[in-house]
C-alpha cells in the first residue's frame, strides 16, 4: 500500500491515529508517576519516552495537549519531580487502564502501589522492577501540534542484578519490560495484545 | 541495584553510556536517508525516532553533536526531505555499519540500495518493507546538551498490505520490524544481538 500526503490527509480520523502511531517502530512503555501540589499522586502511560543524553543523564517525554498529560505536565511543573517505572505483561491492563478519567488517583482506582525511594518526591510503581526517578529539566514547545517536550534529569536507577550484563547493558527481554506498538498495541513474550478504549466503570477488555 | 545521582556521575563512562542508552526502554529503529546538496546519497542508524502526532502526521528524530549525525542533519536542512526506514533481521548487520565513518555513500559501503519514489527528493532503502518519507517542519535545541530535535511531516508511507489492519493498525512483528535496546542491541524473532563499534574497514561483529 502506498500513501502520499494527499491520501494521509483523508484518511478516516482513527484509521489515520493507527497508522501514524504505529508507522515510526516499537515504542517504550513507561508509566509517569507524579504528585500533585496537595500530594495526591497521578500515574500515566506513555509511549512517547526517549533517550537523549548519557551525561548527564536524561530522558525526554512528549506531552499530548490532551487533559490527561496535561495532569501529569502540570504536577512536573509544580513539583520538578517525577518518575518513569517499566511495565510487565501482568498487569498491561492496569498500565492501559490509567489512561481513562479518573476521579482518584490511578494508582487507587486501577489497583497499582505507590512505591517512595529515599527522599524522592514522587511515586514509583511498587510492582514494576525497573524504576527511573528524573527532575525536571528543559521543556520546549512544539508549534506545529501544541504538544511539549519534557527533558529530565535521571537520578534514581532501580533495576534487578539479573537484568544488567557486566558493561551496563539492559536486558529488556529477562526483564519482560513490555514493548507497545501504536495506539492501544503491547508486545511481550512475542505476541501483541490489543486494548479497548479505557473509561474507569470498567477494565479495558483485550480487543 | 540502585544508583542515585551520585553513583549515576561516577559511573565508568562506558557502563553508564550502556544503562542510560537502555534504561528508558524498547527503542524504534530506523535508517534515515538523505541527499546531501551535491546529490550524494547518506544513510545513518537511528534509535531517537518517535510519534508526533496524526494529525497533521508528525514524526520527531533526535540529532547527537556528533559528526555522523550532523551530517544527515544539515543534509535535511538544506533538502527539507528525508526517509525513515525499518530494519529487518536480514540485514541489521548494515544498518549498524551505517554508524562507521565513511568516505563514499553509506548505501554503497554497507551494500543497500538506494530507491526512489515518485518524485520524493530523498532515498529510501530498498530492502525495508515498511518505508516513510518526510519533510522539514520544526527544529528545537536542547540547551542541556546540544542535541538537536526535528519534527518531521510525514508525506510518504509504504507498507505491505498484509502487516496493515482493518483499522490502520501496523502490525511490526509480522512486518519483521526490528526494535533497539541500548547502543547496540537489536532485538527480534524473540532475540538479541549485539553489535561491536563499527569500523568502515569490517563489517561489525556479533559480540
Known sequence: MLFDSNSISKLDRFYRSNLINSITGFKSLNLLGTLDPKGISNLAIFSQVFHVGADPALAGILFRPNPGSLHSLSNIENTGFFTLNHILPEFISKAHWTSAKWEISEFEGVGLTEEYIGDFKAPFVKESEIKIGLTFEEKHHLKINGTTLVIGRINVIQ?????????????????????????????????????????????????
Not at 527481554?173 to 514493548?179: G, R, T, Y
Open 159 to 207: 533495576i534487578p542484578d539479573n537484568v544488567l550484563s557486566g558493561d551496563g547493558f539492559v536486558n529488556l527481554q529477562s526483564a519482560k519490560s513490555v514493548a507497545g506498538i501504536g495506539l492501544d498495541g503491547y508486545f511481550f513474550e512475542n505476541q501483541i495484545t490489543r486494548f479497548s478504549y479505557a473509561k474507569a466503570e470498567t477494565p479495558p477488555k483485550v480487543i
